[in-house]
Structure formats: structure tokens, C-alpha cells
């Protein structure tokens, strides 16, 4: 009877050793990878409030760009990783609670996506956020409030560009009137000069029937 001990895992799961090459290459995941998934563990944990993102986090926030590491450390050694974690909770939740399940859940997302080893998960609690607080005096703001902002504004340019056409309709109309006044003064002057013209011919051949 043959000893398991000596059984390789392939042989017992039947795949033949001469089809697997000893070496197909490396994968390495990106620190930055490792962070985005870490970061998006974490604020689905119930208790956290915010992820802090320190001067760079503040720099996306400014610019309105997304940033999924917010919050992340990422201290990699070959194939095991540190995580440090900077949160803000929520008040009222209890720190430890969230920390240990916000622990669990970083080190099984990591691990589970990355096939890294997480040795560690670090968590820096920098603060308590208030819930936000509902004044009862104002209505809730309706679901489609921004759909309604953005056709009143869609409405507003419609009707910016509407009277900006109506402008340059009314300045052309505008000109079109002036060329044709000019022109009929134009018109009126060459009559004056031509009647001006006859009258002088008609005086000349008055004077040289007068002499004749």
C-alpha cells in the first residue's frame, strides 16, 4: 500500500506531474491594487464613517476625483502585506467592535482577491463623525432633485442660446435696414445730382438762345 505522505497534492488531486511546468511566470499585484481592494472592504463595514486620505486624499476631494485607496497603507514583503488602516467612525458605534470587524474583513478581501498573505491589519482611528441630523421644519429633498437641477439648467442654456439667437437675428435685421436706407439715400443723392445736371443744360441752352 502506497504511503499519502509520499503522494505529491497533484498526484492526489490526478494531474499528471509531466504536463505542469515548473515555472510559467510571476504575477505580482500593484501596491496600489492591494489598496483599492483593502478600501473598498472597509467602508462597507457598519460604524465607518469616512476613510482619511491625508494631503493626497484632500487633493482628490478638491479635484472631485475618486480615490478607492483613501485611507490605505500598503507596506508589502514578497508575498505578505501590512495594512494600515485610517478611518473616522461613526458616533455611537463602539470602537473596538469596529475595529475587529473592520480587521476581518480588510484581511479576507485582501487575501481572498490578491492570493497575498495579510500579516497584519493596522487601524488608526483619527476621529468621530456625527450623524448628519434631519432639520424636520425642511422637506426631504425628493430622490429626482438632481434630475430636476440639471433639466432646469439644461432649460436655462436652451434659452440663453434662444436669446442669443434672437440677438444676432434682430443686429442682422438691424444692418439689413441700414444697408438699404444708405442705399436709397444713395439713390436719392444720384437723382439730385442728375436733376441738378438737366437744370445746368436746360440754363446753357436758354443763354445760347438768348444770343442767337
Not at 29 to 36: L, N
Amino acid at each position: 500500500m502506497r504511503d499519502d505522505k509520499n503522494i505529491s497534492a497533484d498526484e492526489q488531486l490526478g494531474i499528471p506531474t509531466d504536463d505542469i511546468p515548473e515555472e510559467v511566470g510571476s504575477v505580482k499585484v500593484a501596491d496600489e491594487v492591494i489598496s483599492i481592494v483593502a478600501g473598498l472592504a472597509a467602508i462597507e463595514v457598519p460604524g465607518i464613517a469616512d476613510m482619511s486620505g491625508g494631503i493626497r486624499g484632500g487633493i482628490n476631494d478638491m479635484l472631485g476625483k475618486q480615490n478607492f485607496s483613501k485611507g490605505i497603507k500598503v507596506t508589502p514583503n514578497g508575498k505578505t502585506v501590512v495594512i494600515d488602516v485610517y478611518v473616522y467612525i461613526k458616533y455611537g458605534y463602539s470602537i473596538p467592535d469596529v475595529a475587529i470587524a473592520l480587521q476581518e474583513k480588510v484581511k479576507e478581501a485582501v487575501e481572498n482577491m490578491t492570493g497575498y498573505e495579510v500579516t497584519s491589519v493596522n487601524i488608526m482611528v483619527e476621529g468621530i463623525r456625527r450623524k448628519e441630523r434631519v432639520n424636520i421644519d425642511e422637506e426631504p429633498e425628493p430622490e429626482n432633485a438632481a434630475e430636476d437641477e440639471e433639466e432646469k439648467v439644461a432649460k436655462k442654456a436652451e434659452a440663453m442660446m434662444q436669446d442669443d439667437e434672437e440677438e444676432k437675428l434682430a443686429k442682422k435685421a438691424e444692418a439689413m435696414m441700414q444697408d438699404d436706407e444708405e442705399e436709397k439715400l444713395a439713390k436719392k443723392a444720384e437723382a439730385m445730382m442728375q436733376d441738378d445736371e438737366i437744370a445746368k443744360a436746360e440754363q446753357a441752352e436758354d443763354k445760347n438762345n438768348e444770343h442767337t
